[in-house]
């Protein structure tokens, strides 16, 4: 049986650091779990870097829900393919 990755989905300093002590082998840096995640700011990950050793990846969402956005919704969050 192959080795698994165990990411941890997270939304601050303290999580991360549990997630870290805990066994994590990498994080899923987010903010509003709540409402099921969206990017985080600059400053906490800025900070999850600085106090945990685990590899970061970020959730990019620009908005709660899912991740079907309108013609309007890329106009407004510049996700057209051309940029």
Do not use: H
């Amino acid at each position: 049986m192959g080795r698994y990755t165990l990411e941890c989905c997270v939304d601050s300093v303290e999580s991360a650091m549990a997630a870290e002590e805990g066994g994590a082998d990498r994080l899923e840096l987010c903010a509003a779990l709540v409402t099921g995640g969206i990017s985080p700011g600059l400053a906490l990950f800025e900070q999850v870097r600085e106090c945990c050793r685990l590899p970061v990846r970020v959730l990019l969402r620009p908005r709660f829900g899912d991740f079907l956005y309108t013609k309007y919704e890329f106009t407004i969050y510049n996700l057209s393919e051309s940029q």
